[in-house]
């Protein structure tokens, strides 16, 4: 006896090879396959003699249209000749792989029946492994995966590896269940088996494995996996692609849906697959769903007991459906970016601040005369509204690159996702927001895909810079003490600088006692301002309080989100901006005296960039930070806490929608803005809520 004998069974064996253009590989593969059923020793150790098979068997060549010389390769070999030959070659239209194969097994009328690839990449002396097991099986599945854990495919490339466990982890989502190999290309069969299956079989694609092993599972055949050797041959047909991937996920999707009327045998029992026997604890036989006739629509308590849609609350489901949302909707954004970079709004904002700083290089001033002469809007391309310290800042982005502003704007984005970077991950180590690195990323991706954000990548205005300091604010408030006030109030200070709503947090620091921070705010922003004098001069300076007070309402209101100019429907521009302000600072006093500090410090950030007179969507990329906080806050707080943040994040979305005509400003203004007000609120409500309950 040879190798690993096992034990011969009396049964007849058909092994089925689907081929298509195998011309170059089905010789060598043919000769392998026959020297070794011809008693010739396994080729490996490991490998399990001819022995373990009967002598009643043969192969079966499946052309699946091959354009090439496979067929009349296979008819050239003695083993094709004489009265009883062991080879035939059926020929089939081109159709995919599970064509082939359904053809085959359907053409074949032995006891068993294997399938395997043409080129051997399971060699033959596993045959008898798989023999073996339909002696107590009615299906047996091949698995590269051995029972160790290991795996016979580490050796593929990695991209194949990548998607293979993509393809696996959908596939027994939604699909097959837990099999731990379903595209093995060695599966066997018994007969009575093998005609149900095939014969319900639909897919022709690649995906066509699973179909067989969700049609089993709901016949209620016993199934067993079979661990074998394998090793990746050269000469792969699939290329993976796009065409490649559209297809595969719609047959995947489509495959319980297909048989959704499909029940199990008379009197069948359902086995779940295990390593080596088939299990025995069956599980409980599914009966067909209700209405689910072919042809026919299914009740709603069919669809709930398919096997397809159970699976949406299967948390490996979840994660996995919800990872390629995320990958898919990132590319989206990086594509997006991408695409903006040669758009006339790549820069469009920093356009200003690359030319104040031109002319604070050049020694002139950075307002225009139209800003100190009376009302005007603040919109318009390299139209500086803010602090002289700003143009100090994009000094160095002027100097570096003279000629233009574009490739200033890209330095200028990198570094706003550099801050977008630290500030997530910072946050999150901060407020132990994310316990594992999936988590960490799902974070990074959910800021990342904030359309907010990606318009201020864009555009190229300071709310990232902005973010940045409002969290090394925060980080000094959770310090606490001298160095912690320091920290907090330097941060703010310069932030009022870049921008003058951050100044609203001084008040915050004062009602909330840190009047020590606040203290450092106005000592950092006058030593700022002072420092920056022998580069600007006193002029931008004694000139700004003009061009801050002759700022008028947006001319264009088409991307406006501010409450001023809502309000400002109805009233004056200046009352409207007044009962925005006190609203604002009625609204962060109240926080302050009666949230915890997380809460109020978040709200203070929101409410301090809705006061703002001009408001735009790429704003709202501020909005990171108190979302951020507000997420801890929510776990603990009442059921529609997180509900409500999660509305309000994704309310920020829409953006300009030109096919709406006159109802277009719903989604371009209306929902952000109610989504902006929405964050505040939610701050607001989740403290309170805590404090009803304690009482």
């Known amino acids: 006896m040879r190798g690993n004998a096992l034990e011969r069974p009396s049964r007849s064996l058909t092994i089925v090879l689907p081929a298509y253009n195998e011309a170059a590989r089905i010789g060598p593969a043919l000769d392998e396959l026959f020297a070794y059923l011809r008693g010739a020793p396994p080729p490996r150790a490991g490998g399990v003699s001819v022995d373990g098979l009967g002598p009643d068997w043969a192969v079966l060549v499946v052309d699946d249209g091959s354009t090439d010389d496979t067929g009349a390769i296979v008819l050239g070999r003695p083993e094709a000749k004489g009265p009883e030959p062991r080879l035939r070659l059926l020929r089939v239209a081109h159709a995919g792989k599970g064509a082939a194969v359904r053809a085959g097994m359907l053409a074949t009328d032995s006891e068993l029946a294997i399938f395997a690839d043409a080129d051997m990449?399971?060699?033959?002396?596993?045959?008898?492994?798989?023999?073996?097991?339909?002696?107590?099986?009615e299906v047996a599945l091949g698995s590269r995966i051995q029972p160790d854990g290991s795996d016979r495919r580490a050796g593929q490339p990695a991209y194949r590896r990548f998607l293979g466990r993509l393809f696996h982890a959908l596939a027994a989502a939604w699909v097959t269940g837990p099999v731990p190999d379903t595209q093995c290309g060695f599966k066997g069969f018994r007969r009575e088996a093998a005609r149900d299956l095939f014969a319900r079989q639909r897919i022709g694609s690649i995906v066509f494995d699973a179909e067989l092993i969700h049609l089993a599972r709901r016949r209620g055949y016993r199934i067993v996996v079979v661990p074998v050797e394998w090793s990746d041959r050269h000469g792969s047909r699939m290329r993976p692609g796009v065409r490649l991937a559209l297809r595969v996920a719609w047959d995947l999707f489509r495959i319980p849906l297909l048989h959704r009327g499909v029940g199990p045998r008379a009197a069948a029992t359902r086995s779940e697959p295990a390593v080596?026997?088939?299990?025995?604890?069956?599980?409980?036989?599914?009966?067909?769903?209700?209405?689910?006739?072919?042809?026919?629509?299914?009740s709603l308590a069919g669809w709930r007991r398919m096997w397809g849609l159970r699976v949406f609350a299967d948390p490996r489901f979840v994660r996995v459906a919800f990872g390629l949302v995320v990958a898919i909707l990132l590319t989206f954004r990086a594509a997006q970016l991408i695409g903006w970079s040669a758009a006339p709004q790549w820069g469009y904002d920093f356009s200003a601040y690359w030319l104040a700083g031109r002319h604070l290089l050049d020694g002139e001033t950075i307002y225009a005369a139209a800003q100190l002469a009376g009302p005007y809007a603040p919109q318009g391309q390299f139209l500086y509204l803010y602090p002289p310290f700003l143009a100090v800042l994009a000094m160095p982005f002027a100097w570096l690159f003279q000629d233009s502003y574009g490739p200033a704007a890209g330095a200028w984005a990198l570094g706003g996702a550099a801050i977008t970077v630290a500030v997530v991950l910072g946050i999150a180590r901060l407020e132990r927001l994310a316990p594992t690195r999936e988590r960490t990323l799902l974070l990074l991706a959910a800021a990342f895909a904030f359309p907010p954000l990606v318009g201020e990548l864009?555009?190229?205005?300071?709310?990232?810079?902005?973010?940045?300091?409002?969290?090394?604010?925060?980080?000094?408030?959770?310090?606490g003490g001298r160095r912690g006030d320091a920290l907090a109030g330097v941060a703010i200070g310069a932030a009022s600088l870049v921008k003058l709503f951050p100044a609203l947090l001084v008040l915050w620091l004062l009602l909330t006692g840190r009047r020590r921070a606040a203290a450092w705010a106005l000592v950092a922003a006058a030593s700022l301002a002072l420092l920056t004098l022998p580069v600007t001069g006193l002029d931008p300076w004694v000139s700004y309080p003009a061009v801050l007070a002759n700022l008028g309402p947006p001319a264009d209101t088409t991307d406006a989100l501010a409450p001023a100019v809502w309000l400002g429907l109805f009233l004056p521009?200046?009352?409207?901006?007044?009962?925005?302000?006190?609203?604002?600072?009625?609204?962060?006093?109240?926080?302050?005296?009666?949230?915890?500090?997380?809460?109020?410090?978040?709200?203070?950030v929101a409410v301090s960039v809705l006061v703002a007179p001009a408001l735009f969507q790429h704003y709202l990329a501020i909005m990171v930070l108190p979302l951020l906080l507000g997420l801890p806050l929510a776990r603990e707080g009442p059921k529609g806490a997180r509900a409500a943040l999660a509305a309000s994040y994704f309310a920020m979305w829409p953006g300009q929608q030109p096919l709406l005509g006159g109802a277009a400003w719903v989604l371009n203004r209306a929902i952000p803005t109610v989504g902006a007000l929405g964050v505040p609120a939610t701050l607001l409500r989740i403290p309170l809520s805590k404090r009803r309950k304690g009482r």
């Open 276 to 298: 080596g026997e088939p299990s025995r604890h069956p599980a409980r036989p599914e009966t067909a769903p209700d209405g689910a006739a072919d042809g026919l629509p299914m």
């Open 121 to 137: 990449a399971t060699p033959p002396d596993q045959l008898p492994r798989l023999t073996r097991a339909l002696e107590s099986a």
């Open 458 to 479: 864009v555009l190229g205005n300071v709310h990232l810079l902005l973010v940045g300091l409002l969290a090394l604010a925060w980080w000094g408030v959770r310090i």
């Open 573 to 604: 521009s200046a009352v409207a901006r007044a009962i925005v302000l006190g609203l604002g600072v009625a609204a962060v006093a109240w926080a302050a005296v009666r949230l915890d500090e997380r809460a109020s410090f978040g709200t203070a």
